[in-house]
């Protein structure tokens, strides 16, 4: 295995995240060491491009694209592969005042005819002017463009046709849009987060500052995609703006050999890393098979970061045994609270304590909205019918975070409604959308994150997703606690094999889970069924409807998801397949990135 440059940041005094605008922190990032290394799923070094040739290749690369026709202002597509082409691309757009939209790559759609009409749709949404793409991806985006009147279509080279004049580039102001965000669509299409210059840098600093304590010695390891807010923000722009290495592996190829995400760790010295619980479910699992490289060494990793979905502390747990004899420390679980419309983060809990739990009287919180704890029993049961959910920490300074019930009055301590947030980092709206912006952001600043939690001790704690909560007989059931119920109670289910949603009947609502079946016998199905809606009424009192489904056939959003929005709409339009058991069970890569 090659060895990675090295990750000193060089070059003057550290500055964390101090900067006006993106282009600001390149050009200081730039007099250093430091800078992107990209791997292979094998651990072989692919590239290293330091923060000084990003610059000055960005640089050039924006030149041609304004002698290309691109103004200041216009939007440019580029589908995000985890490559050195990206950030190229990516830090051309700001050096140009052109606004880069990351894209999503195929691998989270289902099939060609889906992936194109979705970018395509995607490209209209952002009105953008150019398309740019791997090579390997060039035909299908000609494709998703066709009709279109784009300026420039295809990967970086279309524009080896324009000549690098080193005309000045535009001055970039704090108040110019950086880049389009598309959020990941769980209950909608995907809308475009617009991220200004001076929300962008300003959540960087409180990451930076206060969520993190990011010092000059620091390292980053990830294989987040570019495409969604944690791994461009969180791994391409926060390290740039803080002058920190980063070493990358594709998610494609985490998904494969997910044992290369702590190896690089191990051997590259970092310190940062942050993935969604699956990611750590996925290695633990992996390293149980008896594959765990020899001689890993994750005393160094101080912050294991967990988000993007909700935290199963029981995930967590397992992660730490299985890889606490090398080296890693459960306390450096860091759970957190984010979303694209805040840039990234809203809220951190504290470094050097792990995941904390709060173990609620659930009966409470469906009725009552009230988030009573109770006594566990050393598992994470206490008598009555409870779950554990994970404190995420206060809110970052400089931001405003109320909790408030369906009539907008601001609830108490431990009381569960609307998660609401206000301060410097917000979006500046949904691009192109006055309507879903005026539904999102209130007129004084304050934006409807669609979460529900509670706030205890100054804590949020994260319950679920509102427009996927279930009211059934005067009780308010989150979707997750049934999914998480029967994948862990009923044999042959594993981690996101599950989508709850209910249905709207005249007569009453009506609950459904959807479950990944791998049997092959119509005896055994049942049997499966069965165990599933027995596991329901025990764990929960419901009755349900359950529908054994294709393995990984439930649908996911861009970022990884499970989409219970679209999972319901299938259903209700019968285009749920049922034909399960059509192979061996085994987890193809290509699933796995979706549950990433």
């Known amino acids: 295995m090659k060895e990675a440059p090295s990750a000193s940041s060089g070059g003057g005094i550290y500055r964390p995240a101090d900067f006006a605008t993106l282009t600001q922190a ?20 692919l590239e290293a491009l330091n923060y000084s040739d990003l610059r000055g290749q960005a640089q050039s690369l924006a030149r041609r694209m304004r002698n290309a026709g691109l103004d200041a202002g216009e939007r440019v597509a580029i589908i995000a592969e985890t490559d050195g082409n990206f950030a190229r691309a990516f830090f051309a757009c700001q050096y140009a005042g052109l606004v880069p939209v990351p894209m999503p790559l195929p691998m989270a759609f289902g ?19 150019a398309a740019l793409c791997p090579e390997a991806l060039r035909e299908m985006t000609l494709e998703a463009t066709n009709g279109l009147a784009l300026k420039a279509v295809g990967a970086l080279e279309v524009f080896d046709l324009y000549a690098d004049d080193g005309a000045l580039l535009p001055d970039v102001t704090p108040d110019q849009l950086s880049y389009l965000q598309y959020s990941s669509g769980s209950t909608r299409f995907p809308l475009g987060v617009a991220v200004t210059q001076k929300a962008l840098l300003s959540n960087c600093r409180a990451i930076t500052a206060h969520g993190l304590k990011i010092v000059a010695s620091d390292r980053c390891v990830s294989w987040l995609p570019f495409y969604h807010d944690m791994g461009l923000v969180g791994f391409l722009l926060v390290p740039v703006a803080t002058q920190m290495s980063v070493d990358y592996v594709s998610t494609r190829e985490f998904a494969r050999r997910p044992l290369v995400w702590p190896t690089l760790i191990s051997r590259n010295g970092g310190t940062l890393s942050f993935s969604p619980s699956f990611g750590y479910d996925l290695c633990a699992r992996r390293g149980a098979s008896g594959a765990r490289p020899a001689n890993l060494d994750l005393s160094r990793w101080r912050v294991a970061g967990i988000g993007g979905d909700m935290i199963r502390d029981s995930v967590m747990s397992h992660f730490a045994e299985s890889f606490a004899h090398s080296g890693f420390r459960r306390q450096a679980f860091v759970a957190s609270y984010g979303m694209a419309e805040a840039t990234l983060a809203i809220s951190f809990a504290p470094l050097a304590t792990g995941i904390e739990t709060d173990n609620i009287d659930l009966d409470q919180l469906e009725t009552s909205a009230i988030a009573t704890s109770v006594k566990s029993n050393g598992n994470g049961n206490g008598s009555k019918r409870s779950r554990n959910f994970v404190f995420c920490g206060p809110v970052l300074p400089g931001h405003d975070l109320e909790i408030r019930d369906p009539a907008g009055n601001v609830l108490g301590e431990r009381q569960a409604g609307r998660v609401m947030v206000r301060g410097p980092s917000l979006m500046r709206e949904y691009f192109g959308n006055q309507e879903e912006t005026s ?9 409807d994150t669609g979460d529900l939690g509670y706030l205890s001790g100054g804590a949020l704690v994260i319950t679920g997703r509102s427009k996927d909560l279930i009211l059934v007989n005067g009780r308010n059931v989150w979707p997750q606690d049934l999914e998480w119920a029967v994948e862990h109670e009923v044999d042959g289910l594993r981690s996101g094999d599950v989508a709850a949603f209910s249905v709207d009947e005249a007569a009453a609502e009506r609950v459904v889970l959807l479950a990944h079946c791998r049997k092959t016998s119509e005896i055994d199905r049942e049997g ?8 329901i009424r025990a764990k929960a009192g419901l009755d349900c409807e359950v529908m054994l489904v294709a393995p990984h056939s439930l649908p996911q959003t861009s970022s990884g998801k499970l989409s219970r929005t679209q999972a319901r709409e299938l259903y209700l339009a019968g285009e749920v397949s049922v034909k399960a058991g059509l192979n061996n069970g085994s987890t193809s890569d290509l699933t796995l990135l979706h549950q990433a």
């Open 528 to 535: 499966l069924r069965q165990a599933i809606i027995e596991t």
């Open 26 to 45: 390149l050009d200081y990032a730039a007099q250093g060491q430091a800078g992107l290394n990209f791997y292979s799923g094998k651990g072989d070094l």
């Open 111 to 129: 099939g060609k005819a889906g992936y194109i009409s979705h970018i395509r749709r995607m490209i209209e949404s952002a009105g953008a002017s």
């Open 439 to 447: 539904r999102a952001l209130s007129a004084d600043g304050w934006l």
